[in-house]
């Protein structure tokens, strides 16, 4: 399966080519069990077929009003404007709009502006997400050591919110949206890659961006390495790792679709021990972190910082670390301003619902499906993980979380209906 689009991916069997204008196309969606509202539909075309980049008519056949969609390499992308029941199904009818052709005008849409050191993602004219493929340098009097490329910060609502940080002064090894592994065992050696203090592991980014705008959504790839720092003759490479990530909008909020693949570099595996954190993590603004906030064993709520944690079954900060939630909120104020991020986990997922880790005291969280014991990445396999992240202004929103829940875990069904000529 080609994991480069990370919504809902089905295959068109026609005969579309690269050298001529795609045909029109008649699906069906099937909402299942769920309403289905604002439900982004993604097509994805067979492997080694191409369509141009551009705009697409979608025409729902049971009404007159047309919806923009966005081809986009080798997708047909569109939004369900009216809401589909649940149970019922409806047909869409995908034409390329006139001068599908040519550059989207992505002036009100997603574009991505390639700079020397990262890659942004604006959204008309705010800044969305920043990924880094230099290493970023830490701020003046924080060690040389933390620098580190292949993470995303700024993260940003769509008022232009700031929820993520990059070297946190009081741990300056968290970087905004950012993977590593922490108590791991690699040819023999103890290698931890998530706190770069100790010298024994990194991350960086290695090469393989790419990535694609428009008026809908916009995407990117970028490859990863996580190399052991103590081998002998020098840094070896432990993991390769491959992150796709998508971002739409979506009623007031930006939904952002991860997906790592990770592979062995070599012939030898890389085990995670049992521990009680590492994995996919998020570092929240330094303006929800309160330094009079110690850490009490167990928490308490009174002394837990400036913002505090919600989970799917309703827990928070002084009740929610390792247990299994569907998905996690941490929000606060930033300069006066509420936001916050949701994560939601993947039902895919190695462990699902995997265990979370909210500190006592800090904005961070992160699934760590080391907690209920160790596991192994062996050559030969891919360790895949996926998760959906919602960036909101405000608290956060059950609903709407639950709703994105449903479309993220169990999403309508389409299928081909026809090939026009």
Sequence with gaps: MNHYYLFLLFVICSNITGDTEPRGLVVEVDAGQHE???????VLLPAGEKVRDGAFRVEPLDDTKLTLGQADAGTVVWALGEPLPAGAKRRFRLTPAEGAGRKLDTHDGFAFTDHADSLELNHGNRVVLKYHTKAVDPPSGIDAVFR????VHPLSTPLGVVVSD????DHAHQHGVFFAWVNTTF???KVDFWNQLGRTGRVEHAGGLRSSGGPLSGSFAASLRHDDLTAPGGPASVLDERWYVRVHRFEGCYVLDFESEQTCAGLLPLKINKYHY???GFRGNRQWFDPSARGDSPPDPARSGRSDFLTSEGKHRANGNHTRPRWVDVSGAVDGRIGGVTILD??????????????PNKPYFCFAPMVLGEFEIAPGQTYTSRYRLIVHDGPPDPVLIERLWADYADPPQVRVVETEP
């Design 187 to 189: 040819d023999g050696r």
């Design 148 to 151: 580190r490329s292949g993470f």
């Design 278 to 280: 590492g994995g996919f």
């Design 346 to 359: 993947h039902p895919g997922n190695f462990r699902h619902p995997q265990p979370v880790r909210l500190h």
């Design 166 to 169: 990059d070297f946190p002064p």
């Design 36 to 42: 289905r509202r604002g439900t982004l539909v993604h």
